[in-house]
């Protein structure tokens, strides 16, 4: 198994920005030692507006849920026939695959892992009360060169409750290169970012729900910090719909495999654009306006 600790000094991309752990980039605590601690995660959770917590799925299925993808991009072309399937290495096109819910219905084992008893009792109790998850699923086979902006998720899924978390899930062991999350811890507090871009609508105001695709900027503007970590199979990060996260560059010669999923308590309003068999077709609105012009009306 890969060390989750990092060397200070070590240097990864977001977007090409260069970050140095120490000194720009820290890893995040764990959240292991108060795991079965319900009120303690719900502290912890508003305090650092995350929770990491290592093992929280069994390592099997997860690879499982791992071979339903990696066979879905063998299927497409996407793998280099040179190299062993399991291994997922990218084609010589690197070519993104749309992991849409036409296909994710058919990934039995991926199914099994994000609609699993471990996690919706785990938001039963969290929570308090019974639990469900959108239907829009978000498998990600992230290629070289490829990373995801600065967001917060109220942007792209905020027309239900705002009590909706975000469950990252590595499906692969990530080491830095291959582009895992990276975050803000704190930045659920940070109440310029809630008033102004935390009330956008990816659907309805903006062409890009991204607030930016420059870490350092984030940090010289708002004082925020970054982290990240290697990840295990097995890992989560959970999080609620404010809370500013992107992902390193994968500058491996594998695709980044993981998703994203929704939890929510079942009778909290539900954001019915993430539902269905077809979820999240945005409209072509035409008023629809860059992130910079709305940067530059709100003052940040
Ligand atoms: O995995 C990524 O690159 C981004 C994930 C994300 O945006 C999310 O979990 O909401």
Not at 1 to 10: E, I, K, L, R, Y
Not at 217 to 233: C, D, Q, R, Y
């Amino acid at each position: 198994m890969q060390s989750m600790t990092v060397a200070d000094g070590t240097k990864v991309t977001m977007s090409g920005h260069e970050l140095v752990f120490g000194e720009n980039i820290f890893v995040p605590r764990d959240a292991n030692d108060i795991a079965g601690d319900m009120a303690a995660l719900r502290a912890r959770i508003e305090e650092d507006g995350y929770l990491l917590i290592r093992d929280f799925y069994d390592r099997d299925a997860v690879m499982a849920a791992r071979a339903d993808i990696l066979s879905y991009l063998a299927e497409q072309g996407c793998l280099d026939a040179e190299a062993p399937a399991e291994e997922g290495v990218i084609g010589p096109e690197n070519e993104g695959a749309a992991l849409r819910n036409e296909v994710v219905v058919n990934m039995k084992a991926y199914l099994r892992v994000v609609n699993s008893e471990r996690v919706m009792a785990f938001f039963e109790d969290f929570l308090g009360g019974p639990t469900l998850t959108l239907d829009h699923k978000w498998p990600r086979a992230v290629r070289r060169g490829h990373s995801t902006g600065a967001h917060y998720d109220v942007v792209f899924m905020g027309a239900g409750t705002k009590a909706l978390y975000t469950v990252w899930t590595p499906l692969d062991d990530l080491s830095l290169d291959m582009g895992p999350l990276a975050f803000c811890p704190g930045s659920n507090k940070l109440d310029v970012l809630r008033r102004t871009y935390g009330t956008a609508d990816a659907h309805n105001d903006v062409t890009d729900g991204h607030l930016s695709r420059n870490p350092l900027e984030l940090i010289e503007k708002f004082g925020v910090k970054w982290s990240s970590t290697p990840f295990g199979a097995g890992d989560v990060i959970i999080f609620g719909m404010y809370f500013l996260h992107g992902s390193l560059d994968n500058v491996s010669n594998r695709y980044r495999l993981s998703t994203d999923n929704r939890y929510q308590l079942a009778s909290e309003p539900v954001d019915e654009r993430h539902m269905g068999q077809h979820p999240d077709q945005i409209p072509k609105a035409e008023n629809r306006k860059t992130m910079a012009e709305m940067r530059e009306k709100w003052g940040i």
